[in-house]
Each structure stands twice: as C-alpha cells, then as structure tokens.
C-alpha cells in the first residue's frame, strides 16, 4: 500500500514538474499548434497536388499530349516515394529554402509536396474504381470531359477514396514528428525538451497521449463522413 | 440524318468494323441483329464516337462527328444513348439523374426540368420513385429511367446498346413497351438488340452484322421472310 502510495506521490510530482513548473504547459500547446498547423496545410497542399496529378495521369491514359506531363507526374511519384521524408525535409530546410529560417513554412511545403505522392495514387486507384460506363453515361448526355470528372465520377470516387486517404492523413499527421530535425518545436519536440531539462520520461507519454487523441478524431471525423457519403447505397 | 461512310474501327490488330455503310433517315427505326462479337455495339458507339473510328466517317444532321473540329459535346446532346448496363448514376436520385444534363448544360433551369421529368416519369409510370436511388430500383426500372434520362435531353436520335440484354426475362417487356411507345411517336432510333420480336414489330428495317460487316439489309418482312444471305439464315434458323 505504501509503495503504491510512493509511486502515485512521484506520479503527481513529475507531472507537476513537467507541466506547471515554469509554465511549461505552454510549451506543448505551442507544439501542438504547429503540429496540427502544418499537419493541415501539409494535407491541403498534399490533397491538391494529388488530385492534380490523379487527373494528368487519368486524361494521360487516353491522350498522348500529356505524355511529357505524365511523365513528370511518375517521376515525382517515384523520387518522393523513393526516399525518406527526412532527406526530404532537411534537403529542403537546408538546401532549396535555406533562405527561410523560419521551419514551420518549409514543412508545411515539404510535408505537403511528400503527401501529394500518396494522395495522388490513392485517387487514381478511387477514380479507376468508377465503372467505365459511369463517364460513358455522361458524355453520352452531352457533358464535357470535365464536367463528367466532377460531376460524376469524383463524387463517387470520394466514397472508394476516403478510408485510405484518412490513412494517409493519419500518417502525415504523426510524421510532422521529425520536423523537430529543422528546429521547429512541434509536439515531438516540445516534449523532448522538456524531458531533456527535467530527465522525466513523462513529457514522451503526454506526447503520445495528444496525438492518440487527435487520431481518434480523425477517425470519427472518417466514420461520420462514410456514413453521410453512403446514402445511395442501401439496396 | 445519319450518314455512315465506310466505317473502320479496330482496336490493336483485331478488326472490328470492316467498312460499313448506310444511310438512316429521320423517323426510321433500324435495329441491327447479329451474334455476339459481330461488331454491332462498336458499330452504335461509333455513331455518337464512344468509339472513335479508325477509317470512315460519320455525318449526323450535315455534320461530319468524325473531323476533329466538331463540337461533339454539342452533337451528342442530340443523341440519346441507352446502355445494356443501364449506368444511372447511383450518387444522384433518381429525379437528379434525370435534371442534371438538363440543368448543368443550361438548356433548362431547375424548375423546367424537375417539372419535365415528372412528367416523364410519370409516363412510364415511376412517379412514386422520384426521390429514390438507382439502388433501390429494379433492373427493368433503372432501364426505363435510363431511357428518360436520355429523353429529358430532347434528342433528335436514340440509340440502344442491348438495352434488355442485362435484365430479368420478366422485366424485358416493361423496358420493350416504352421503346415501342417512343417508336410509335416518331422517335428516331437505332436498336442493338436480341429481341426478334422486337425487331419485326417495331423496325422500318433490320439490319445483319457479321465479322464486321453488314451482310443484310432489309424491312422485318422480308428479312425474317425471305432472308437472302447465307450466314442469316443459318443465324435466324438457330434465334428463331
């Protein structure tokens, strides 16, 4: 009972130290905001470039103009896919940016240029999952090629879309982790700092404790969206 | 009003459409017979260029569909097409799929066209399914609802690529009974089916492809009467 007692004293002690002491509560929601800041830019940006390049590689297959485009489009897939989102990051920081000294900008651009790769494979493949016969029907109606993509085969896209684009959100979500390695003080970071100044452990487990809860959102957030997206469905 | 000048299609090495040629006028009804594989499906794609041919060309209302420079968008709003696989579209209601070319393309507001697809939903008889998804429906349903979103359209032509061919056999007669009624208001139609009785019942002329070619063509009497080539007799005797 007394070492129960003991451990739960430290428990409370530590958490003391490491977030009401000299304010550092402070730090992590500074670290929080710049993760989920650069998380959603670097989602935003990642979501536009894939859809961009989804649509090139789409239109490419059936128009031999694009071809050049095309082939820009599987490169950047390759090279981004190819090699670590760190090299990416720190050869942005500290090569193509390296007049920005200000990291959050920069990864948000990397993160978001990294993300683009996946998203862009991840609609192609939600795109091609829309039976033929889909644009077939609205090009037959009259409709021009885009409006038949937007019309109707993204909005069905979306549905075959969202699980894997959400897994990619989460990933991005929880690899802004190394964007400490350019000095900006995300979630990571801020914890790991305070480990360092107090040699507790407890600031790693607080970390990880806020980024479980921003995923459970996520996932709820996913959930309700299916849910809303499947009407239409019911046979 | 449709003019088919040796029309080629072939898709790699393997030749589909060997030359075809006809001339359809307004108000005809033409329904193309044939076995499986004979070409007739490319050959009804290609009139509204689904398909775009490899040789030949193709005059809709003095425009040749073919050249490069023909607004096809345009074209093919005057051309209804109707597919065996029905392809509504599931995201959209059933009143939605019949507005929204209306609508998106600015031919009619809202209003016009909700008003218009109540009353041809109320011509077929699914009045009470404005509001529903394609999924709930029936095949025979979803195929007559294809068939007034092709209408809504106000086309000049309506084509048909096996439109009872992927359906129940109880539900082909619903989907043939508005294709007869469409018929018999003038509609000019162009008919890729199996349904022989169809075919002499409602056809100004029956139309025998082949290897991608049209072996014969002839008014339903005298094609289901007198058939002269060969290969449809030997067809007919086995469909008949």
């Not at chain 1, 409370?12 to 550092?24: A, G, M, P, Q």
């Not at chain 2, 093919?76 to 995201?91: A, C, D, I, S, Y």
Request: charged share 20%; with cysteine.
């Amino acid at each position: 009972m007394d070492q129960l007692y003991m451990i739960f004293d430290k428990f409370l002690k530590d958490f003391y130290t490491v977030v009401v002491e000299n304010n550092r509560w402070q730090m992590y929601l500074t670290g929080l905001g710049n993760t989920i800041c650069i998380a959603l830019v670097a989602v935003f940006i990642g979501t536009m470039i894939g859809l961009i390049v989804a649509i090139i590689k789409y239109y490419a297959v059936n128009n031999k103009k694009l071809w050049l485009l095309d082939k820009l489009c599987d490169l950047y897939i390759t090279v981004i896919r190819g090699t670590p989102t760190l090299i990416q990051i720190l050869i942005m920081y500290t090569v193509i940016l390296s007049s920005v000294k200000n990291g959050v900008p920069v990864a948000m651009l990397a993160f978001g240029i990294n993300s683009g790769a996946y998203v862009a494979e991840i609609i192609r493949a939600g795109i091609l999952s829309v039976d033929k016969g889909q644009s077939e029907a609205g090009r037959s109606l009259g409709l021009n090629s885009n409006m038949t993509m937007t019309l109707i085969i993204l909005p069905q896209a979306v549905k075959n879309i969202l699980p894997a684009l959400f897994n990619e959100f989460i990933v991005l979500l929880k690899e802004t982790s190394v964007a400490g390695y350019i000095a900006v003080q995300e979630l990571t970071k801020s914890a790991d700092l305070i480990r360092g100044r107090t040699f507790i452990g407890l600031p790693l487990f607080i970390s990880a404790g806020l980024y479980l809860i921003m995923v459970v959102g996520m996932t709820a957030l996913q959930k309700r969206l299916e849910r809303r997206l499947a009407k239409g469905d019911n046979r | 009003m449709i003019t088919v000048k040796n029309l080629q299609k072939s898709f790699g090495g393997n030749n589909v459409l060997k030359g075809i040629d006809i001339t359809i006028q307004k108000g005809e009804k033409v329904v193309v017979v044939g076995p499986s594989g004979s070409g007739k499906s490319t050959f009804l794609r290609c009139l509204n260029l689904l398909e775009v041919p490899t040789g030949g060309e193709v005059w809709f209302e003095g425009q040749n569909i073919t050249d490069p420079k023909t607004d096809i968008n345009k074209l093919r709003q005057k051309m209804g097409m109707v597919f065996q696989q029905f392809n509504l579209f599931p995201h959209l209601s059933v009143m939605e799929n019949i507005t929204l070319a209306p609508v998106k393309l600015k031919l009619q507001t809202q209003a016009q066209a909700d008003e218009q697809a109540q009353r041809l939903l109320a011509r077929i008889g699914l009045s009470d399914k404005a509001h529903t998804y394609p999924n709930q429906l029936s095949g025979g349903q979803k195929q007559r609802i294809a068939i007034v979103r092709a209408l809504a359209m106000n086309p000049d032509v309506m084509l048909f690529d096996e439109p009872t061919s992927a359906l129940d056999p109880e539900m082909v007669g619903e989907v043939l009974e508005v294709m007869k009624e469409l018929a018999h208001e003038g509609m000019t139609m162009v008919v890729v089916t199996h349904e022989m009785g169809f075919a002499r019942e409602v056809a100004t002329r029956v139309l025998f492809m082949d290897n991608g070619q049209i072996l014969e063509e002839a008014p339903p009497e005298r094609f289901f009467g007198a058939p002269k080539n060969d290969r449809l007799k030997e067809f007919l005797s086995k469909v008949l």
